[in-house]
């Protein structure tokens, strides 16, 4: 714990240098707006912004994609309070309460109420990266190949599961299809080319900074093109900085909503935006104001915020310790870190445990940061939304290209852009959820190589995948997962539960 206490204090001591602080700065407030623009996500404002920071030293490099990650979850509040637009999908439970008490002249007491929950919250996951990645790391130590297959494909199962709650079916589509793109290129065990259908640019497989950039980027301007609308801004003039007792009034809430965002996060590619909702649906259950929920309520506006924003530092949980992301931004910077030559998994701890309190001190730099940015500049933010969001994606394609090339410089990642927006499109017109699709891409060359290296090493027996204790562990979540979904059997499992309950034999 002592060695843990002088690493973090080591890791703060690192960024107290004018040019920390100055990314520090300006990596946040461009967070910020990236997330109060609508169209515009924490996950593409990530994305995109990898290539800039590729001359950049690696702990500045992440340190500016940290910031400009949490401050883009927090900035959809913005726009989600005063237009009843969540600037982030992560922000859309945030609607429901902030744009009703904004329309009661409350807007900047709404505002001040989603700053103080989004830190309050923010710091709940902290402590917990700061406790669980450790031990989490450890204990990923013990994982072998056959482990590391099923925590692959668990992660596309849950991730499809959660992000597409009305139809899992097409979460795990879109999972799926993800895991056949990573299967294109050269396999790792033979150099064998596959599915490359005889085009040489496709023998390094599909690069994932350009597949992202389309899925969410190219995508969202495809989006914006079909539902041209220009959303009117309330202004705002009512107090903005929260008094105290406001703040501590649910401080049970704030408290549950934070640990419920911070499993959500450890949970792998589910995101923010499902630990709001999770969020927001408790709060509701156990309040004694439930009737005020989606009127108005301040203890809702609250949860959300809480609850998304918990899911940042939580999300780094896995993607430190196990290098599965969770969430799609995380994921992007896994990317990040591999190209700056830091390697997340179960070895940081052991080669490079000061990476994960630098995490954690950037973490706490860029929450300070949202809570001065938040509740001084409120007002002068509010006037980037009146930018014409046709306008606006002009400026997003340009960076998309240039994103998609500056990596490789190679025009055959240009056209990996074009091609996953417009199929990002499509997908999203259907109703299929991204986050899988993405997941699968970066998940697909582990499940691919522990398969095959667990069949070479038992001759071709698959029995290990299923007999050795955390493997079976890992493949029964996954099957009643699976089982779950199914509403037939989700319907049966519960009429059991509820009737075991009910009946007094059962209970005697």
């Known amino acids: ?27 946040t407030l461009l967070g910020i707006v990236i997330g109060a623009l609508p169209g515009l996500t924490a996950t593409m404002g990530v994305a995109l912004l990898v290539t800039l920071t590729y001359k950049m030293a690696p702990d500045q490099a992440i340190l500016c994609l940290m910031c400009i990650y949490s ?5 959809g509040s913005r726009t989600a309070i005063l237009l009843a637009i969540p600037g982030t999908p992560a922000s859309a439970a945030t609607t429901l309460d902030g744009h009703p008490l904004a329309l009661q002249g409350k807007a900047g007491m709404a505002m001040g109420l989603a700053t103080t929950s989004s830190a309050l919250g923010t710091v709940i996951g902290i402590f917990a990266l700061a406790l669980i990645a450790p031990l989490l790391a450890e204990a990923a130590l013990k994982f072998g190949t056959y482990e590391f297959f099923w925590l692959a494909l668990f992660g596309v199962i849950i991730s499809g599961q959660l992000t597409a709650m009305d139809d899992p079916l097409k979460g795990y589509i879109a999972g799926i299809l993800g895991l056949l793109v990573a299967m294109v290129g050269m396999e790792t065990l033979h150099a064998h080319q596959r599915f490359t259908f005889g085009i040489s640019s496709l023998g390094g497989g599909v690069d994932l900074i350009p597949a992202m950039v389309g899925a969410f980027g190219f995508a969202e301007i495809l989006g914006v093109m079909k539902r041209s609308a220009q959303a009117r801004i309330v202004s705002s003039s009512d107090r903005v900085v929260p008094r105290l007792k406001d703040v501590l009034k649910y401080w049970k809430t704030t408290l549950r909503s934070g640990l419920i965002g911070t499993f959500v996060g450890i949970v792998p590619g589910v995101g923010e935006d499902v630990g709001a909702w999770a969020s927001y649906a408790a709060a509701k259950r156990s309040s004694k104001e439930a009737h005020m929920f989606g009127r108005g309520s301040q203890e809702g506006l609250i949860a959300a915020e809480t609850g998304n924003s918990a899911v940042v530092p939580g999300a780094m949980i896995p993607t430190l310790t196990l290098a599965l992301p969770g969430s799609a931004a995380a994921a992007v910077l896994i990317a990040a870190m591999f190209i700056h030559g830091i390697r997340p998994g179960p070895l940081l701890m052991t080669e490079t445990p000061e990476v994960l309190y630098q995490i954690v001190a950037i973490l706490l730099f860029s929450t300070l940061a949202i809570l001065v940015f938040g509740l001084t500049l409120t007002k002068p933010l509010l006037k980037v939304l009146a930018v014409p969001r046709e306008r606006l994606m002009a400026v997003v394609y340009v960076l998309c290209v240039v994103g998609s090339f500056a990596i490789t410089q190679r025009m055959f990642d240009v056209y990996v852009m074009v091609g996953f927006g417009i199929t990002g499109f499509i997908l999203r017109e259907m109703k299929y959820p991204m986050a899988p699709l993405v997941l699968g891409i970066i998940l697909g060359d582990l499940l691919d190589l522990n398969l095959r290296r667990g069949l070479k090493l038992t001759n071709g027996d698959p029995s290990p995948f299923f007999t050795r204790p955390i493997s079976a562990v890992i493949c029964l979540i996954i099957v009643f997962t699976i089982l779950m979904s199914i509403p037939a059997v989700s319907k049966r499992v519960r009429a059991l539960f509820n009737r075991g309950k009910t009946d007094p034999a059962a209970q005697g």
């Open 1 to 27: 714990m002592f060695d843990g206490l002088g690493l973090l204090a080591t890791g703060i001591a690192h960024f107290l240098t004018p040019i920390s602080l100055f990314n520090i700065v300006w990596a």
């Open 71 to 75: 401050g883009a979850i927090y900035g």
